[in-house]
């Protein structure tokens, strides 16, 4: 049989189980939250974010004469064990939850502080030497620790997801390279317009990508502004005055990050402003994906009534019924993700316009829809990249043909024969069937020659 321990609080007495280093709060979080399946646990930036923020303010703490030599070390030690990943199955708690945080940051409290004073010694619970609220919890609050800990994980995970992004935009300027001399046919509104190249078509997909890094680590930075020392709502009520600026320089030296003091600890506080705009960020690269993933749909399709201008590489079979059918089914799990990610931002959106007052308390489905959507968005760049983009091959006769046979290539004939006499040629290629290339002729609008020249597909690509 399992053994236990009792803890009390505010409530009353609780078990919890003998081995574990969380503590009641915890045990209470996990009894009445089971809401999303995904564990704080799940998520080991988030774990370490806060072991990075309980550990600067332990040195804050020391530094300000308030806490013994003996506790900084035993915490410390604690902490970057956290770091370092050890004991992070002893983060059980629902991503979402009620509270604003409050599970979230007692539960690190309560493992830091009976880690410690297993350090010191003493048994798990024996709070009177290392307590989670007076001592690892010491000038700080549930609403300065927990947004602190948010920002610097989405720091570190968005670090993460811009090298996923440069693997894929690699891949994309890779194929851009390998297919630069496929000629095929642009189209616009899904009708033929003017030939380009493959090469191009990819090169494409590649550069607008590459557009989000910048504004990925530009928007992260505005991560870096931080309340802590503000406690409660900002007013810094049990926080020493130079707690904020000191606090602010342990984290950025133990994490490497620019923290800096917000100028404003009451406006900071309740603020979601920066989880808005990156989250739209987000969103903006999930919009580019999903239309690149459509297009490769696009291109793909057939193999024999489609466009067939590009193979992907079969995964599986595509049919119960039908033999011999492949689905495009990484680009349309790469669109799925996409949709998951716009679903998100909105409830980030809902989330930081439902702020009331002087605190914001839908915080955990607001950090927990940034952070899925980041890890759902890294695993579909990957899975793009290794099961899709860098297997396609290019049907460069198909490509050939639809140029050659494309009334499309009529517009190329406008400064040479006039808008008129190219709308008529266009016109009657698509009565008769006959090529464009023949009626010019037929017309006597241009000497065989100079048509060929003119209608030459390399002519014709701007490169």
């Known amino acids: 049989m399992s053994k236990f321990r009792t803890e009390s609080d505010l409530l009353g007495d609780l078990q919890v189980p003998f081995d574990a280093y969380y503590g009641v709060q915890t045990q209470r979080a996990i009894d009445n939250f089971y809401i999303s399946g995904s564990k704080m646990s799940e998520f080991p930036e988030f774990v370490r974010a806060i072991a990075y923020v309980k550990l600067a303010a332990a040195q804050t703490n020391h530094e300000l004469g308030l806490l013994s030599d003996e506790l900084l070390k035993s915490i410390s030690q604690a902490c970057n064990e956290l770091i370092e990943g050890k004991m992070h199955e002893q983060f059980p708690v629902d991503m979402i ?52 800990t948010i920002k610097l994980a ?74 802590m020392g503000g406690t409660a709502i900002g007013t810094g009520l ?85 033999p011999g059918k492949v689905n495009p089914v990484i680009p349309e799990v790469v669109n799925q993700v996409c949709f998951k990610v716009y679903g998100n931002d909105l409830t980030v ?45 290019a049907n460069r006769e198909v490509c050939l043909n639809m140029v050659k046979n494309s009334i499309g ?12 006499n190219s709308t008529k040629i266009a016109k009657e290629a698509l009565e008769t069937g006959k090529s464009v290339y023949d009626l010019v002729l037929e017309h006597k609008l241009l000497s065989q020659d100079k048509l060929d020249e003119i209608l030459d597909p390399k002519n014709m690509l701007g490169i």
């Open 349 to 393: 959106t809902f989330a930081a316009e439902a702020g009331q007052l002087q605190l914001n308390v839908m915080e955990p489905v607001l950090c927990q829809s940034i952070i899925e959507s980041i890890v759902f968005l890294e695993r579909a760049l990957d899975t793009l990249r290794e099961k899709c983009i860098v297997g396609i091959t």
């Open 154 to 227: 989405i720091i570190r995970m968005n670090d993460s997801l811009v090298k996923h992004l440069k693997q894929l935009v690699d891949a994309f300027r890779n194929k851009g390279k390998e297919f630069a001399d496929v000629i095929k046919m642009g189209r616009t509104q899904l009708q033929d317009a003017v030939p380009m190249t493959l090469g191009q078509e990819f090169e494409a997909f590649a550069a607008t990508l590459e557009e989000e890094i910048t504004r990925l680590n530009n928007l992260s930075d505005l991560f870096l502004e931080i309340n």
């Open 97 to 148: 939850q009620g509270g604003a945080g409050t599970s979230v940051n007692m539960n690190a409290n309560e493992v830091i502080a009976n880690r410690a004073l297993e350090i010191m010694g003493y048994e798990r619970g024996d709070y009177q030497h290392c307590s989670p609220n007076d001592h690892v919890n010491l000038s700080q609050s549930t609403n300065d620790a927990y947004p602190t």
């Open 238 to 322: 049990n926080a020493p005055k130079k707690f904020p600026k000191i606090c602010a320089d342990k984290l950025a030296a133990a994490t490497g990050e620019a923290f800096v003091p917000a100028a404003d600890l009451v406006e900071a506080t309740p603020d979601t402003g920066s989880y808005v705009i990156y989250s739209s960020a987000l969103k903006r690269m999930a919009v580019k994906l999903s239309k690149i993933c459509n297009d490769l749909r696009l291109l793909s399709s057939g193999p024999r009534a489609g466009l067939n201008e590009i193979n992907l590489p079969p995964m599986q079979p595509g049919s119960s019924i039908m």
């Open 409 to 420: 290539i009529v517009t190329a004939l406008n400064p040479h024969i006039g808008y008129k």
